[in-house]
């Protein structure tokens, strides 16, 4: 049982390009989320999934797009990156109830230069 | 949603006991109360949650006040590898696929 997987750890890119972060869960969940985690700051919601095929924006949306063709994956898509998106970001599945637990990746370290 | 206030940083010496608090005036009948922690370089981890009453699991204890406007994460005896961000959060029913984080409490142990 691997949990949440993300790909890459680490990336670093320019301004101007584009990239999609993986995320995979193996748990069946339902609820799939993106979060970004700025220095000595907590976790900001960037978009969510309540399933496959439902999307929907979180605080922190723009510039980056989202699809849910399966329940297992749940990439994260930089259009066209910007300094201001250098971050770590992190993928996280639970159930969906609100007596459950959330289960988060190890986080991908993006640098935009 | 409902709001939750945290210290910004504590300190504990090892195998202490910790009590984080967290104040949630505003939290509604239904909602949860949730504790992740985030280890240095890591994604957050699930401690515990808690309802109305007391709760015990391996990792901790979560004190929730009779009128349920604060609660209190216990680490019995705390660990170098307690050190950590802790974050409490309310979980509602109307929102149960979001996770909004505050700042957390830091805390720091001391050998």
């Known amino acids: 049982n691997a949990g949440v997987t993300q790909t890459p750890k680490f990336q670093v890119l320019k301004t101007g390009q584009s990239m999609t972060l993986q995320c995979a869960q193996d748990?069946?969940?339902?609820?799939m989320s993106w979060y970004r985690q700025d220095p000595g700051m907590g976790l900001r919601l960037i978009h969510y999934s309540v399933g496959a095929g439902i999307t929907d924006q979180g605080e922190v949306p723009n510039g980056y797009n989202v699809s849910r063709s399966t329940t297992e994956d749940f990439p994260l898509r930089l259009l066209s990156a910007a300094p201001s998106q250098t971050s770590v970001y992190f993928c996280a599945s639970s159930y969906g109830q609100q007596n459950t637990e959330a289960f988060f990746g190890q986080g991908t370290r993006l640098t935009v230069v | 949603d409902a709001k939750t206030t945290q210290p910004n940083s504590m300190e504990s010496n090892e195998e202490e006991p910790v009590h984080l608090p967290c104040n949630h005036s505003t939290i509604s009948g239904t909602d949860y109360i949730h504790w992740y922690r985030q280890l240095p370089s890591q994604g957050p981890e699930y401690v515990i949650h808690g309802l109305t009453s007391n709760v015990n699991n391996r990792m901790a204890s979560l004190a929730i006040a009779e009128d349920r406007k604060s609660s209190t994460l216990i680490l019995h005896r705390a660990t170098l590898r307690d050190a950590a961000v802790y974050y409490c959060i309310l979980r509602d029913r109307y929102n149960t696929d979001k996770l909004i984080f505050g700042t957390g409490t830091r805390l720091q142990v001391f050998p």
């Open positions: 748990m069946n969940h339902e609820y």
